[in-house]
């Protein structure tokens, strides 16, 4: 191997060294050294060529929620770096670690009105964790550990290097090729809470009558589920969870009430946020869907948050007890403690009561789902997807119509990152791309991608990577063309004075088996079953086009339409 290394290759090598093995990216000018060092080494990465920059960004999201590792996209300078903001914002404000790589313009061309011009650091400083231009070849390595470290440590999220054209030729020193292990995967040295604050956390839990414990995103990146159920189990308190908590414990767990708060809580999950006299903040930020806009916890209610950024404890609600470090070793020594003191025994009732809440919300949930009635109910596709998916399947969806609906209803039924779907921002066309992602990271896992059909036409053309890859991911349609979520809330706030939401019903089924997609399009309930059946069994891409009832015409499980 010869001593010389150029930037780009440095750029390639560092990334090996971090164990990174798959990019998602896309080519352009300022690209060309970057590109033929991928070709020329010998590194071991996949490059999933996308699209689309945004793609990029939403498939290293998905990756990176799925194996815990840092997920990385690429993309040029100028539109590149323009379009590969979404996937980065998504990622720091939900705290997973993505890292963007633009190229860039030459230092040497700075200031003098270059083609794609564009001060990337200016850019890129709102939407991301830690970020820099390189303005030195020899920096290269120095940098990418930096991003590195700032994406898996405290409060994982997003990093940004910008790599401008002539820097990718100038010369680096191979010797300064390393990486720390440790950052290979997230969360990088977890912090323990300080003496005493899981015993002061568990003395005010177990002071109280009704607790409730709320998780976030944060148990599933932390990798705390086991010493979530265990703790849930023996003292029989009750688990509900955020959107992007779900998956804290499996959703069959007799302590696990499910979804609640404004989107995917239903009336009858709502009856335990309210009556909770304690509520337990697990890896959540307490914002606004969750709490349905503050409105449970009530001001007054006992709370105790644990979260590993300190930031969080304490922003919305007056905090009894904060618990700050990570939270599968804040849970550890929660139960350590318990231990110690022979705590195991049930004694809050959690499980009977959720029995009971689940009761009543299933009954009028299949009520819905039988329902035969055309255009198809979303409940019905939930409920048929229940019955044909694998207990491990991976769902990724849109924040739109069918968000609320799988959240509300479907039973995850294992721990874990099973569910994705992009809470923070809400951009629609994350999932048709995002799920690429996560079938990268999760191959063995039948990757199944939720969404709209104004989510469709955002990133439709990701249909042929998806072909490219020979991914057998199964896209499901809910088509009601128009933009439900603003349609339903026109209907709900503005009395169905309806503006600019409704579109041309497209036949999306035709549209996918165009790019090479086998795919259906239904309108009959009756017929949903089978070809959801199919169509999740068949090797190799497909699409179901499902004609389903409009939002503002549904039962959904939003709360401030409902009532």
Not at 246 to 275: I, R
Not at 281 to 304: D, I, L
Not at 306 to 330: C, H, K, Q, W
Not at 412 to 428: C, D, E, S, V
Request: charged share 20%; hydrophobic share 40%; proline share 5%.
């Amino acid at each position: 191997m010869s001593n010389s290394m150029n930037g780009a290759e440095a750029m390639v090598r560092m990334l090996e060294a971090h164990g990174v093995r798959h990019i998602f990216g896309l080519c352009g000018d300022t690209t060309l050294p970057f590109y033929d060092a991928m070709n020329g080494l010998d590194h071991g990465i996949t490059h999933v060529l996308t699209r689309d920059e945004r793609s990029a960004t939403y498939m290293a999201d998905a990756y990176s929620r799925v194996s815990g590792r840092p997920g990385v996209a690429e993309g040029p300078s100028g539109g590149g770096a323009t379009y590969i903001l979404p996937g980065l914002i998504e990622a720091s404000e939900s705290s997973y670690a993505v890292l963007g790589i633009t190229t860039d313009i030459s230092v040497a061309s700075y200031g003098k009105y270059p083609l794609t011009e564009v001060d990337q650091e200016a850019l890129m400083r709102p939407l991301t964790k830690w970020n820099t231009v390189i303005k030195q070849s020899q920096h290269i390595p120095r940098m990418v550990r930096t991003a590195f470290k700032a994406m898996t440590t405290g409060r994982s999220g997003a990093a940004h290097l910008g790599l401008p054209y002539d820097v990718q030729y100038d010369a680096v020193d191979p010797a300064d090729i390393w990486a720390d292990p440790k950052h290979h995967s997230y969360p990088a040295y977890p912090q323990s809470p300080e003496p005493g604050a899981a015993e002061a956390a568990i003395d005010a839990i177990l002071s109280a009558k009704y607790p409730l414990i709320i998780c976030g995103g944060g148990i599933v990146i932390a990798g705390a589920m086991e010493e979530l159920s265990r703790l849930a189990t023996r003292l029989d308190i009750a688990v509900a969870t955020s959107i992007s908590g779900q998956g804290s414990l499996a959703e069959t767990h007799a302590n696990c009430l499910g979804v609640v708060g404004s989107n995917g809580g239903t009336d009858e999950t709502w009856e335990m946020m309210q009556a909770a006299d304690l509520v337990v903040f697990m890896g959540c930020r307490a914002g606004s869907t969750t709490t349905s806009r503050w409105e449970a916890p009530a001001p007054g209610t006992r709370v105790v948050h644990f979260d590993n950024d300190p930031m969080v404890i304490g922003a919305n609600y007056r905090t009894e007890v904060g618990v700050v470090g990570d939270l599968r070793l804040s849970l550890a020594a929660v139960n350590a403690e318990l231990d110690r003191r022979d705590q195991g025994g049930a004694t809050f009732g959690g499980a009977a009561a959720i029995a009971d809440i689940k009761a009543r919300k299933f009954e009028a949930f299949s009520h819905l789902a039988q329902s035969t009635q055309a255009p198809i109910r979303p409940e019905r596709v939930v409920d048929t997807l229940m019955k044909v998916l694998p207990p491990d399947a991976t769902v990724v969806s849109d924040p739109g119509t069918s968000c609320p609906y799988f959240s509300a209803y479907y039973q995850l039924q294992q721990p874990g990152r099973y569910f994705i779907t992009n809470r923070a921002h809400g951009a629609l066309g994350y999932a048709l791309s995002a799920s690429l992602g996560a079938w990268f990271a999760r191959p063995a896992s039948k990757t199944v991608a939720l969404m709209g059909d104004g989510s469709f036409g955002f990133t439709v053309g990701e249909l042929e990577t998806v072909c490219r890859a020979r991914a057998p991911i199964t896209f499901v349609v809910f088509s009601n063309s128009n933009f439900g979520w603003i349609k339903a809330s026109q209907f709900a706030d503005k009395d169905a004075r309806y503006y600019n939401v409704d579109f041309n019903r497209t036949d999306h089924a035709a549209i996918a088996a165009a790019y090479g997609v086998k795919s259906w399009r239904v309108e009959n309930p009756e017929d949903l079953e089978r070809v959801m059946r199919e169509a999740v069994n068949h090797d190799g891409p497909t699409l179901v086009d499902v004609v389903c009832q409009a939002l503002e015409e549904s039962n959904a499980p939003v709360r401030r339409w409902m009532g």
